[in-house]
């Protein structure tokens, strides 16, 4: 049994996620490749770069030249339209996925986050094998954006093509019968099972995992040392691709940092973007891409803070936590899932800076409290988030997908969606 996953990008909060369950099919001995379109990253083992098929000097011309007019052609539908959003991605590419060797070889097609490279319309009418697609955001089931604050705060200037995408989508989704949908939060489940694309196909709740032998609690100071931090202060940590992404809400964590009167603590940012002058010390660690470094950066920290205005299950709440690390994180999305209120950390309301602040000042001076959230948050991700647990429920998914196709939704779904 051949499983092919699919995601337009090898580096990404998403390619992260792939590559971790793409590791740990293969340890329970699963044939697994991947495809991307973008390849950014050393090449890896089982990873192929989708460009690379195009073996002639006359066939990169031509992909080269349909690619800058199909950019073209979409830009000219939202040129004179405001760029307040995050991504806006469209549902019809230039990429004949459907005739890939690759996905031609594959028994089951597991998508992942492929905006900009799935072409809805002549992907989902080709494809005549079993596919599954594990949801990054809510972009599979709704128009050209990824989420709703995007859609909301655009509504007035982009309801007509967000609309018309959204009938794109529809449409091309009726052509295709062995469609499963997976999900890693409970959030994105319901928000999928009750939209008009997705929600006629089964549905099953299967959360991301982590390589624990990697992201695990090593020596504070050993880890300060390395990062070159404070030794003998607290230290906060924020992590992000970059700090200037409004969704995720690092503008609310530097209001409420800076409101509390206790200023005896550092602030550490991993990440792109630039930091403003703060009236407390912060300390940049960049854009970070090894994840033993990362688990340092964890490590070295008190509490890590993840303050998204909306998020499926971002990957920095589950690697602080696998690092003994307990996380204060907004009450939104997928983030409840992993953080449990005095258990693994604390929630706070989004954009509630006063809430935050009293939080975060809280904890920093509760040191015997950190140390049991912490202890807590690896006791969970030991237990429901470890690539095992995730890889069996997935192998156990191709099984009886391979085996009946149209039987897998009520054989299975209650066993896949409980731990």
Not at 13 to 35: F, M, T, Y
Not at 98 to 120: E, R, S, T
Not at 215 to 231: C, H, T, Y
């Amino acid at each position: 049994m051949k499983i092919l996953h699919i995601n337009t990008f090898d580096n990404g909060g998403a390619a992260k996620a792939v590559w971790r369950l793409h590791e740990a099919l293969l340890n329970e001995g699963v044939d697994s490749q991947i495809l991307v379109l973008y390849q950014e990253n050393q090449p890896r083992d089982n990873v192929f770069n989708f460009n690379e098929t195009q073996q002639s000097v006359w066939q990169k011309a031509r992909l080269s030249l349909a690619y800058r007019w199909d950019v073209y052609q979409k830009q000219q539908l939202i040129q004179h339209k405001p760029k307040n959003y995050e991504i806006f991605s469209f549902p019809k590419s230039i990429y004949d996925l459907a005739n890939h060797p690759l996905v031609k070889a594959a028994d089951i097609i597991h998508l992942h986050w492929v905006a900009g490279f799935i072409d809805y319309p002549s992907f989902f009418r080709r494809i005549n094998k079993p596919v599954i697609w594990t949801l990054h955001d809510m972009n599979p089931f709704s128009g050209g954006f990824h989420y709703d604050q995007d859609l909301t705060n655009n509504w007035h200037e982009y309801q007509q093509i967000d609309r018309q995408l959204r009938q794109t989508k529809i449409r091309a989704l009726a052509n295709i019968e062995h469609l499963s949908v997976t999900t890693p939060s409970q959030w994105l489940f319901e928000q999928s099972q009750n939209s008009e694309a997705l929600g006629s196909f089964p549905h099953y709740l299967i959360p991301h995992s982590l390589n624990l032998d990697i992201f695990k609690k090593i020596d504070k100071k050993f880890a300060r040392r390395v990062l070159n931090l404070p030794l003998n202060q607290p230290i906060v940590l924020f992590i992000a691709d970059s700090n200037q992404n409004k969704r995720k809400g690092f503008v609310y964590l530097k209001e409420a940092l800076s409101s509390i009167k206790y200023r005896q603590f550092g602030l550490a940012i991993a990440g792109k973007g630039k930091v403003e002058r703060m009236p407390f010390r912060t300390h940049k660690l960049d854009f970070i891409f090894d994840d033993r470094l990362l688990s340092t950066a964890y490590s070295a920290a008190d509490i890590c803070v993840v303050p998204s205005l909306e998020d499926n299950l971002p990957n920095t709440v589950l690697e602080a936590m696998a690092c003994g690390t307990p996380v204060i994180g907004s009450n939104v999305g997928g983030i409840p899932d992993m953080v449990r209120h005095e258990h693994t950390g604390l929630l706070f309301e989004p954009k509630n800076v006063k809430d935050l602040a009293d939080k975060i000042a809280y904890l920093l001076v509760e040191e015997e409290l950190r140390l049991l959230y912490g202890a807590n948050a690896r006791q969970v991700v030991e237990q429901e988030y470890n690539q095992l647990l995730q890889a069996r429920r997935f192998k156990q998914l191709y099984q009886a997908i391979f085996q009946n196709p149209s039987q897998v939704h009520f054989k299975f779904n209650t066993a896949l969606t409980t731990t």
